[in-house]
């Protein structure tokens, strides 16, 4: 039990300014395994003061400097790799292997990659008679979602500082710990005091103040469209940056000349990940209608072996979700899927056999499913895959570009080639092909409503600048 009752604001823990608490539970025993302060518009308006005040130093700092300063951070957290790993297993349920490879690996290496390109960037350029000036945008509201929890973290604060701006983290109320390490490593690794802050807190109180304040320069939001739209009309009304990653509801196109096995097999995987709680999961798997039932059997093969377990073995491939109002959405999208017509083929809306307790729900795939469907239109947020049949290429990329959302997506062919000739023509803003590995350095970031602006890599560190002028 870890009981917390501070902010870390101004390079201090000092307390929080109410005396209301939140409490953290672990999804799989069910029990409160901790406690954070739920803070208010007066610590706010305090980190964001501190932030304000810190703010003309720090963007003064040679770029080297500040890229020393996030080596140092990227030291701290791999020097806390197994805490933060148990530490995210405890407060979202996702597997120890999983959260060592992902939560924990994945976040220290974005750290590496921004250390390098602080020191890289040109940060003045010449354009004809011109000096351009790429100067930091400011004070940032960074807040984050509890499904990534310390990677989305260190997807705004690496690319903040490395730019030179200052920054206010309100992380998610469901997976606040982590957070709290990050802070702890921002200390070790000596970045001045105000360069970094954290208030833990309830989105429609800290969040909003943080994103309606109007010391804030620019909001980066992770999180749901319904939030999103929100945060981008306060922003949008007062002027300021806004940075928005969305929901998802991405598709799979494997291709008549693909590796049926492969593609399918790689595609559950995709899906059951995090306990299916990915922006850009591929829950749209598109297979041509001459091989459609191979692969429906495939995939109700695939899911059947991630079996709901105990997210502290490291045998477990499928955790529970994060809480009990997201196991009950969870299920109310599979019932629905059900009572729409979908061919249930796996898992469905009752409790796994065995687990008596945690919010698990089981792996589930549908076959059948129309682009009508809720299921087909709608982010669910869990281990629930929709396998659909087309007719041609032009009728699978028609699909794949008939929803609000345009995040991620894959294409499986027999070669890249004509793989990379369909993935041209889906309107999304990533797309792994043949199975492609993740990329850190690569924008990250989507069409329509899944957001606006990127991060990761070079693109991540721009949205975080702005642009000046100098006339000879």
Request: with cysteine; net charge negative; glycine share 10%.
């Amino acid at each position: 039990m870890q009981a917390h009752n501070g902010m870390y604001i101004d390079g201090d823990w000092r307390p929080a300014a109410g005396d209301g608490t939140i409490e953290v539970v672990d999804p799989a025993t069910e029990e409160v395994i901790g406690t954070v302060p739920a803070g208010t518009a007066e610590d706010v308006d305090a980190a964001v003061r501190a932030a304000r005040a810190a703010l003309p130093a720090w963007a003064a700092t040679e770029p080297a400097e500040r890229a020393a300063r996030i080596g140092a951070l990227r030291d701290a957290l791999a020097a806390r790799r197994e805490t933060i790993a148990a530490t995210v297993t405890a407060e979202l349920g996702a597997p120890i292997s999983f959260s060592r490879a992902v939560h924990a690996d994945l976040p220290i290496t974005v750290a590496g990659t921004y250390a390098a390109l602080a020191a890289e960037h040109p940060f003045e350029e010449k354009l004809g008679t011109s000096r351009v000036l790429h100067e930091p945008v400011g004070v940032v509201g960074a807040i984050t979602p509890w499904n990534y929890p310390l990677h989305q973290i260190v997807a705004k604060a690496a690319p903040a500082l490395a730019a030179g701006c200052t920054m206010v983290l309100k992380p998610a109320e469901d997976t606040p710990l982590v957070a709290r390490l990050f802070a702890e490593a921002v200390a070790e690794a000596g970045l001045p005091a105000g360069v970094f802050n954290l208030v833990t807190g309830l989105g429609p109180v800290a969040g909003q103040a943080l994103a309606e304040h109007e010391g804030v320069d620019m909001v980066s939001f992770t999180g749901s469209t319904a939030v999103g739209r929100r945060i981008g009309a306060i922003a949008g009304g007062a002027v300021k940056r806004v940075a928005l990653e969305l929901g998802g509801k991405s598709a799979n196109i494997v291709l008549p000349s693909a590796d049926l096995v492969k593609a399918v097999k790689i595609g559950v995987g995709n899906v059951m990940a995090n306990s299916g709680q990915t922006c850009s999961a591929w829950t749209r798997m598109l297979v041509h209608a001459d091989r459609y039932e191979e692969a429906v059997e495939i995939a109700a093969a695939a899911a059947a072996k991630y079996v709901p377990g105990d997210p502290t073995d490291p045998a477990t491939r499928l955790g529970p979700v994060v809480n009990a109002r997201q196991r009950e959405r969870v299920t109310g999208y599979i019932r629905t899927g059900i009572s729409e017509g979908a061919r249930l083929v796996a898992g469905g809306p009752d409790a796994p056999e065995g687990v008596e307790r945690g919010y698990h729900v089981r792996p589930t795939v549908f076959a059948d499913v129309t682009p009508e469907m809720t299921i087909a239109r709608e982010e669910i947020f869990g281990p629930v895959l929709s396998v659909m049949r087309y007719e041609d290429v032009d009728d699978a990329v028609r699909i794949a570009n008939d929803s609000a959302y345009g995040l991620a997506g894959a294409v499986w062919a027999g070669d890249d080639e004509e793989a990379v000739a369909v993935a041209r023509r889906l309107q999304t803003g990533q797309v792994d092909v043949n199975g492609g590995r993740f990329n850190p350095l690569a924008p990250f970031g989507g069409y329509k409503q899944s957001g606006v602006g990127r991060e990761l890599g070079p693109h991540g560190l721009t949205e975080y600048l702005q642009t000046k002028s100098l006339q000879f």
